[in-house]
């Protein structure tokens, strides 16, 4: 993480400390950016957590209670949570902060804004972190968390380009990659990268499931399908609220995929060994490449991680 002499913000709130709020908070409190983080949570445990973790400096329950004063406003919040926080916040006189978010699906937060704000001042910068932990909740903070990944910011039209280098910093002081694009860009980008392969590892172990001799074929699955299905054992109410969310980029993706894999269907049945190689071949080379990215960016990571314990280790 950057150092910062002089704080940027005077307040940042943060509402919502799970894995993600909760990592943002505690990588902006080090960061030296903000010369106070408070955090917003319903929970009681999670609000005492907060503080004697060293998360935030103060957590409070209600939006009122901070928000008011603050410059920036960071929501992790569910999403489909996010339009009754965002109604709740354009009832407060929020005096020009600037709002921002970690959803992972960004056009239904907009509109959301949108109609939420309609006649004030709407300062918001939609942002999604790529990055995340098997473990949940406020004691999973870490404050590198986001260290070489990336973070994808989507400016609106009317995004104040100094609202935009703001936030742009924040997650920059945090160790991130940050990228910008539009909204309707990162949500089909999302759509296949992300949300799509869920989507089919959620569906083919339930379609396996359902299935009379299900339990010979999980009997006799092997490491593979493990690894292929590892990721249906993620949280299903946030994957619900993400596919309903951002649906109709989902559907898009999945209609695209579809029409792939009828063409590989009937390559099969017409035993066009040439057009399956073909597959095969490509996929393995593209799948070596990204795993190529993704060792570089992982030993880049736990290069910076290592500095900064070391770091801590002497302070």
């Known amino acids: 993480m950057a150092e ?51 998360v935030v400096d103060r957590c409070v329950a209600e939006l009122a ?14 999403i489909l949570a ?3 926080v965002l109604a709740e916040l354009a009832a407060l006189p929020l005096q020009g902060a600037i709002l921002t978010d970690v959803g992972s699906a960004k056009g239904n937060v907009v ?37 070489r990944h990336k973070v994808i910011l989507t400016p609106l039209e009317e995004t104040l380009p100094a609202d935009l280098d703001k936030v742009d910093r924040l997650w920059r002081a945090i160790g991130a990659d940050v990228e910008h694009m539009t909204v309707e860009h990162h949500d089909q980008v999302l759509a296949a990268t992300s949300h799509l392969p869920h989507l089919l590892a959620f569906n083919l172990v339930d379609s396996l499931a359902k299935r009379s001799e299900n339990r010979e ?7 593979g399908f493990r690894d292929f299905t590892r990721i249906a054992g993620s949280d299903p109410t946030m994957w ?31 035993g066009d060994g040439q057009f399956l190689m073909e597959v095969l071949t490509h996929a393995r080379g593209a799948r070596e490449y990204f795993g190529r990215i993704l060792a570089s960016r992982t030993q880049a990571g736990a290069q910076v991680a290592a500095h900064h314990s070391l770091t801590e280790g002497h302070s």
């Open 4 to 54: 910062v002499a002089t704080p940027l913000i005077e307040r940042l709130v943060v509402v919502g400390l799970g894995l993600i709020g909760g990592s943002f908070a505690k990588g902006a409190r080090a960061s030296g950016l903000c010369r106070e983080v408070v955090g917003i949570d319903r929970d009681p445990e999670t609000r005492r957590l907060a503080v004697e973790l060293g």
């Open 65 to 78: 209670e901070a928000c008011p004063g603050a410059d920036v406003i960071q929501l992790a919040v569910p």
């Open 82 to 84: 996010m339009e009754r």
């Open 240 to 270: 619900h609220d993400i596919f309903i969310a951002n649906r109709e980029a989902v559907l898009q993706a999945l209609d695209t995929y579809r029409a792939d894999l009828d063409e590989l269907r009937g390559a099969i049945q017409a």
């Open 111 to 147: 509109r959301a804004a949108r109609q939420a704000f309609a006649g004030q001042s709407l300062r918001f910068v939609p942002g999604h972190p790529i990055a995340g932990s098997e473990r949940s909740g406020v004691t999973a903070a870490n404050a590198a968390l986001f260290n």
């Open 217 to 223: 074929i999980f009997h006799y699955a092997a490491g």
